[in-house]
T-cell receptor, first 114, second 114 residues
Framework: DQQVKQNSPSLSVQEGRISILNCDYT??????FLWYKKYPAEGPTFLIS?????DKNEDGRFTVFLNKSAKHLSLHIVPSQPGDSAVYFC?????????????FGQGTTLQVKP | NAGVTQTPKFRVLKTGQSMTLLCAQD?????MYWYRQDPGMGLRLIHY???????AKGEVPDGYNVSRLKKQNFLLGLESAAPSQTSVYFC?????????????FGPGTRLTVL
């Protein structure tokens, strides 16, 4: 029972264009969402986050949008660069008390072509 | 400041053998986590700890044990390894458990059980 889903295993875009990575969740009680980026043979690194009280958060080329009614969030990368090629995981913070636990999606592999 | 380190980086076990994976963090973080990453499954939480001397089960705890005797170390043990435990294991730590609780990941341990 996957509570956080990334239905696109892979995405390929041209350098300079927009990359849009999508994530759906099932639990309306999730109160915080994060995106992590992972390069091969490395651990995931934090990219950007959004609280459930907001619908948009921007950090440079990266913007995360949250649509609570649709239980959907998306990560936009503009413009995409070859160095953005990596696996992107979305994660949600469940209302489980002070544990800091996160529930991760399956990941989407982004390839940015020069 | 090394961040989160994991030992070993690679390991091959035979079915039934035991081993311990070591995670160390030098950021004085209270919270530590063990995940496994499998193709198409994302990151799944095995066990976690909210402080020295405490441990709790995550999403997929069966076949694993953990200990947090020192704040900076979190050990993951496999008592009798099975092929289903072939995976990449990531350790993570965070300072807080709330919305500021970004998790910092180690580089991973690739385990193969034959």
């Amino acid at each position: 029972d996957q509570q956080v889903k990334q239905n696109s295993p892979s995405l390929s875009v041209q350098e300079g264009r927009i990359s849009i990575l999508n994530c759906d969740y099932t639990n309306s009680m999730f109160d915080y969402f994060l995106w992590y980026k992972k390069y091969p043979a490395e651990g995931p690194t934090f990219l950007i986050s959004i609280s459930s009280i907001k619908d948009k958060n921007e950090d440079g080329r990266f913007t995360v949008f949250l649509n609570k009614s649709a239980k959907h969030l998306s990560l936009h990368i503009v413009p995409s660069q070859p160095g953005d090629s990596a696996v992107y995981f979305c994660a949600a913070s469940p209302p489980s008390g002070n544990t800091g636990k996160l529930i991760f999606g399956q990941g989407t592999t982004l390839q940015v072509k020069p | 400041n090394a961040g989160v380190t994991q030992t070993p980086k690679f390991r091959v076990l035979k079915t039934g053998q035991s081993m311990t994976l070591l995670c160390a963090q030098d950021m004085n973080h209270e919270y530590m986590y063990w995940y496994r990453q499998d193709p198409g499954m994302g990151l799944r939480l095995i066990h976690y700890s909210v402080g020295e001397g405490t441990t709790a089960k995550g999403e997929v705890p069966d076949g694993y044990n953990v200990s947090r005797l020192k704040k900076q170390n979190f050990l993951l043990g496999l008592e009798s390894a099975a092929p289903s435990q072939t995976s990449v294991y990531f350790c993570a730590s965070s300072l807080y458990s709330d919305v500021f609780g970004e998790q910092f990941f180690g580089p991973g341990t690739r385990l193969t059980v034959l």
